[in-house]
């Protein structure tokens, strides 16, 4: 079983900066931490879940959505089996519950793993 654990969420004024961490523990058949490609989204009231940030195995590929590039730092830390999100510059337009997620590809099956959430609210 793995599970996914957020925390950093909570609130904070326009302009202001938030850092998110997602502890990654227990493993598949095929996977450990590493093996894992990871990722950060978000869901507004009302709105779809959309994904906000992307980094690959190895860390050699990172995609952001538009909205919050520039603004936005994903990384991971393999020895530690954590994902981070930077966040700075918020606006209220960010405001919304953020998870994380882990994707592992082992015999031809992709697996996907979420987090249970953490809130984020940017108001004045």
């Known amino acids: 079983q793995v599970q996914l654990v957020e925390s950093g969420g909570g609130q904070v004024q326009p302009g202001g900066s938030l850092r998110l961490s997602c502890a990654v523990s227990?493993?598949?058949?095929?996977?450990?931490?590493?093996?894992?490609?990871l990722s950060w989204y978000r869901q507004a009231p009302g709105e779809e879940r959309e994904r906000v940030a992307f980094i690959s195995r190895g860390g050699d590929s990172i995609v952001y959505t538009a909205p919050v590039k520039g603004r936005f730092t994903i990384s991971r830390d393999d020895g530690l089996h954590r994902v981070y999100l930077e966040m700075d510059s918020l606006k209220i337009e960010d405001t919304a519950v953020y998870y994380c997620?882990?994707?592992?590809?082992?015999?031809?099956?992709?697996?996907?793993?979420w987090g249970q959430g953490t809130q984020v609210t940017v108001s004045s």
């Open positions: 997620k882990a994707d592992t590809f082992s015999d031809g099956v992709m697996t996907s793993f």
């Open positions: 227990g493993s598949t058949s095929g996977s450990t931490f590493s093996d894992f490609a």
